[in-house]
């Protein structure tokens, strides 16, 4: 399962664990350590530039791993690479704050109100492609966050002010006529040594042959760290002398005349392409071909995916696995660090495989076979999204999230006829998935796109204005909440769906309960019929109409009616196995609870929601059931402990960017908390409770939350 949340709360980020030794860069990583470090370094942008392959994301992440004790507030990686078209850097960053997507508001300022005052370093990894949204973003948020330090990779520098640049070269090797005796001489053959016995060939010090040997491979392929990697995974089958009379009899082919198709390139790019082009040709053809259509992939794939995508023609499904574990053992394809039995490839081989896919005339195809496929799933999550696979489909989704943000935009290029009413059916599963697992502000902008035109009525349109609707409600945005509601409810009208046209009532009643209309809202939610609840996506809209009328019957005072609707959704959410509806039903069950006086079951119900909001990376739901936890602890006498969960529970807003949801009625309910608190503790204690709380990271909290006391 792959880490979202804080893997370590004394030590915040997301830096990957290194999965192979690292060799060599004694020189580079003092300097880069130093930038880095704010007690030495004066530079607050500081950029690692040079070709690919040469090694600028090992080096960057192993220097800010070193300064991470600098960084109270999290060394932060954003990989760009998977991000195919630009306006994505701003909320590719936000996502790795782990900052829930929840707001309407510019990405930037979501940013910068949660990172005010804190000391952190973000790490821009592959921005070559992305130069200039990279550039505006590293600027924007240097010139308003005094705390904070960048750390750009890149094939260009950001070409900004004050821009610490380190040119990144290959790796020194030994006896290389006019190479400086400087310390770190010879990496090159160090590494190359070291891959050479991971592949089963050590070079033993006392053979001075096979050591020259090693001296002239690591000399033809200029030391690029990329090109040492693939050269000695070959050892698994060739000699060492074998290598070395490949590589020379190495002639230029088709594959040099793709490689520098738009005209000369720099010589070490051309090695690396030469020396990438070489390993291309000692693979078999299918390996070859998987390797190309493996190009297709964001972000890192499974077995079962690659069988669905990469299959067809000369390929077969049954071969996909062997000539896999084949592109493996060859460090073509890499396993992933964190997710077993998962797999990604370096940007510069993934690049390779795309020259070639198109080269072979197969790109469109291998595209659309890759966007057929997470539409599949996507269809088959919102499909099974209201039963007791809705855990197992959160964790899917948020691990495929780069492949299904690729395969939406590849379905939104092509917008004209039956294929636009394929978008928005796409984009409304996607969308309704993202909405549920945390992606908010994902989900707006891919759906936004999908809608801009009109498209023929069905179930794919009336989900994704239901979406719509639905994560403008989450986001706190209620007019528009209130425009799209109108939409669905048109949609689910025309389409003839009762079961739709229940679902849209959700959007109208939840607007007006969260607008403090309640009510209005209790007549409208009231009024729509109770029909057996689906399994699928509407039929977790099914029951969050109910929700939506427990919410306004207890924001209205009305609390055991509202009790009373909210057990029957928990009911049915637990008949389901679902967790989203049913977190939310024992925050308003624990609602009642508190306001009838009991305490004890307000304090408990309030935890066990936390606990369902957090399986499913719900930061609302966890947030509002933290406030209510805060009312009921100091109702239990904990007037302390209550102050801290106020902490935390307004760190919990921040990532979601609209306290309260804009509700005034959730805001005067949470206010009302704080001033009881305030009056147990006095301000001085208060203070020093909630920044207690307020500095812990998401999963202290919601650790903390979660100990009974």
């Known amino acids: 399962m792959p880490d979202r949340t804080d893997p370590n709360p004394g030590n915040l980020g997301n830096l990957p664990p290194e999965t192979r030794s690292f060799v060599g860069r004694r020189a580079e990583l003092a300097r880069l350590h130093a930038a880095l470090d704010p007690a030495v370094g004066p530079a607050r942008l500081v950029s690692v530039v040079g070709v690919g392959g040469v090694g600028k994301t090992r080096l960057a992440l192993r220097a800010a791993a070193e300064v991470q004790a600098a960084y109270p507030n999290g060394v932060w990686l954003a990989e760009l690479s998977p991000l195919h078209t630009a306006g994505l850097v701003d909320l590719a960053v936000m996502e790795t704050l782990r900052l829930a997507d929840q707001s309407t508001r510019p990405v930037i300022d979501v940013i910068t109100e949660w990172a005010h005052g804190k000391r952190l370093l973000i790490v821009l990894d592959s921005c070559e492609h992305l130069l200039a949204d990279c550039a505006r973003l590293a600027a924007a948020l240097l010139s308003r966050l005094p705390g904070l330090r960048v750390l750009v990779t890149s094939r260009e520098r950001l070409a900004l002010p004050g821009e610490d640049v380190l040119h990144l070269e290959p790796l020194p090797v030994d006896g290389r006529p006019g190479a400086h005796a400087a310390p770190g001489a010879g990496d090159a053959v160090a590494l190359f040594a070291a891959r050479a016995a991971a592949a089963g060939r050590p070079l033993h010090d006392d053979d001075s042959a096979a050591r020259a040997t090693a001296v002239a491979v690591c000399r033809r392929l200029d030391g690029i760290p990329l090109a040492l990697e693939l050269a000695a995974a070959r050892l698994a089958e060739l000699t060492l002398d074998q290598l070395h009379t490949r590589l020379g009899e190495r002639l230029p082919s088709a594959l040099d005349l793709l490689a520098s198709d738009t005209g000369e390139r720099p010589p070490r790019h051309q090695t690396l392409r030469t020396a990438i082009g070489w390993s291309h040709e000692l693979c078999a053809p299918l390996e070859r071909l998987l390797w190309a259509r493996l190009s297709v992939f964001s972000g890192g794939f499974c077995l079962a995916a690659v069988r669905q995508v990469c299959a067809g023609g000369p390929l ?187 679902a849209a009532v959700y959007l109208r009643g939840g607007h007006l309960a969260l607008t403090g209309r309640q009510a209005e809202a209790i007549d409208v939610l ?30 209205r005072g009305e609390f055991e009616r509202g009790r009373e609707v909210a057990d029957e959704v928990r009911t049915a959410s637990r008949k389901q196995g679902e967790y989203w509806c049913g977190a939310f ?61 106020l902490g935390i529970g307004t760190r919990l807003w921040e990532l979601t960017g609209r306290a309260q949801m804009d509700s005034p009625d959730l805001i005067a309910t949470r206010r009302t908390c704080e001033l009881r608190v305030r009056e147990h503790l006095g301000d001085d204690a208060y203070t020093t409770g909630y920044r207690a709380g307020l500095a812990m990271s998401y999963d202290e909290g919601i650790a903390y939350a979660a100990v009974s006391r």
Do not use: K
Request: net charge negative; hydrophobic share 45%.
């Open 526 to 555: 009231a009024a729509a019929p109770q029909l057996p609840v689906q399994d699928d996506g509407f039929g977790a809209a099914q029951l969050q109409a109910r929700l939506a009328l427990s919410l306004a019957h207890v924001l």
């Open 316 to 502: 077969p499904q049954e071969r996909i696995a062997g000539l896999l574990d084949r592109l493996v053992a060859q460090s073509i394809v890499l396993p992933d660090p964190v997710i077993s039995a998962r797999f990604r490839m370096l940007d510069t081989v993934r690049e390779y495989g795309a020259d070639w896919l198109h080269a072979l005339g197969e790109e469109r195809a291998v595209r659309q076979r890759h966007r057929d496929h997470y539409a599949r799933l996507a269809r088959e999550g919102c499909a099974e999204w209201n039963t007791g696979r809705q855990v197992a489909w959160c964790e899917r989704v948020l691990t495929e999230h780069a492949n299904l943000r690729t395969a939406v935009e590849c379905a939104l290029a092509e917008p004209d006829g039956e294929r636009w009413s394929t978008a928005v059916e796409m984009a409304g599963h996607v969308g309704f998935l993202w909405r549920h697992c945390g992606y908010l502000r994902e989900a707006q902008h891919c759906l936004d796109q999908a809608l801009a035109a009109e498209s023929p009525p069905g179930p794919g349109r009336t989900l994704a204005l239901w979406s719509r609707g639905a994560v403008a409600i989450l986001q706190g945005d209620q007019e528009a909440a209130a425009n799209w509601a109108v939409r669905c409810a048109d949609a689910a009208r025309e389409q003839g769906s009762p079961v739709a046209q229940v």
């Open 585 to 645: 039903a024992d925050y308003l069950i624990a609602q009642a609870d508190l306001a009838r006086g009991d305490i004890p079951a307000a304090v408990q119900g309030a935890r066990t929601s936390i606990a369902g909001h957090a399986l499913l990376h719900n930061t609302v739901g966890a947030a509002m059931s933290l406030d209510l936890l805060a009312a009921a602890v100091v109702s239990a006498g904990d007037a302390h402990r209550a102050a801290r969960l």
